[in-house]
């Protein structure tokens, strides 16, 4: 009988594993690059095993027992035609089971019980559950959707500095800040944008919540619209008696203070990360439990 499992989180910057027992204890990680499956599913895949080999080998285990191993693989993309199930038909691992980021995320933040999450990193997605019935909003990838992530944060961004170029809009501090990063040239600016990932992208996220602060009158905009794009999602989940609104990713509490007071007075602090959720999501497989939605 199988005594370990493994449980990842694919993220759009990184993709994270931890090997747990039946308890939900974790015994080792390990780390590896993106694993958005929408944006690339060959290098998704690759991460998604580095990682695991990892963990395993900080746990005291032979990496090269990864296709004796059970896995629960929680990614972006998940959610979007046959992605989730090509990725699961490559993976190596003893029966692996591939979910939405928002199942793990949702499972990470509240454990079994109800309430609502909103996921904000490379991505964004959002899920909720109500009477043991989970169903989740959101997770299209930044080109039509993913408002409020990192990716679309910066996308947005580099939008207004070509506007704010060509005198549509007045410049700003963040703006000519960044025009300079190009060497003032928008021509640079537009072969960044067709030659990047969604992470390159989210790494522009720090700096607009940085001159937002500071008052930026493009940075307020870029922000407001993505608090904005929050409130719509979360009103759309949720219902009179929700307890709990979790936030999680590396954006979240960047978001806290922009958020309406209705919003903000539902905040509870999440149990665990989208990892945690991975974990448990592996630790119930291990135990024979069949509750796991995708």
């Known amino acids: 009988m199988t005594e370990f499992a493994i449980g990842i989180d694919g993220g759009g910057t990184n993709c994270r594993a931890a090997v747990t027992d039946r308890s939900g204890n974790v015994l080792g990680t390990g780390k590896a690059g993106a ?20 963990a395993l080998d900080n746990a005291g285990l032979d990496p090269g027992s990864i296709d004796r191993l059970p896995a629960v693989v929680g990614t972006a993309g998940a959610n979007v035609g ?42 964004s997605v959002y899920n909720a559950r109500r009477d043991g019935k989970s169903w989740g909003i959101g997770g299209w990838g930044f080109v039509i959707g993913d408002q409020a992530s990192g990716a679309r944060l910066g996308r947005d961004l580099l939008e207004r500095v070509l506007l704010a170029h060509d005198r549509i809009l007045p410049p700003s501090p963040l703006t000519e800040k960044i025009v300079a990063e190009f060497g003032s040239d928008p021509e640079r ?3 960044f944008a067709h030659a990047s990932k969604p992470k390159d992208f989210a790494r522009y996220a720090p700096i607009v ?10 940075a307020v905009e870029i922000v407001k619209t993505a608090t904005n794009a929050i409130a719509r999602s979360l009103d759309a989940l949720l219902w009179p008696e929700c307890p709990s609104i979790c936030l999680l990713g590396g954006l979240s509490k960047a978001y806290h203070p922009w958020l309406e007071a209705r919003h903000r007075a539902l905040l509870a602090e999440p149990k665990g990360d989208a990892l945690r959720g991975a974990v448990e ?4 497989a291990l135990q024979g439990r069949k509750e796991i939605a995708r």
């Open 35 to 54: 694993a958005n499956i929408l944006s690339d599913l060959e290098n998704s895949l690759t991460h998604i095993i580095a990682s695991a080999r990892q």
């Open 209 to 218: 919540f940085e001159y937002a602060e500071r008052g930026d009158a493009i």
């Open 82 to 123: 046959n992605y989730g199930k090509r990725l699961e038909e490559l993976l190596p691992f003893a029966g692996g089971r591939v979910v939405t980021d928002a199942t793990i995320a949702l499972q990470g933040a509240l454990g079994d019980a109800d309430g609502i999450i909103g996921a904000f990193g490379t991505g």
């Open 281 to 284: 999501l592996a630790a119930k």
């Open 189 to 191: 600016v537009v072969e």
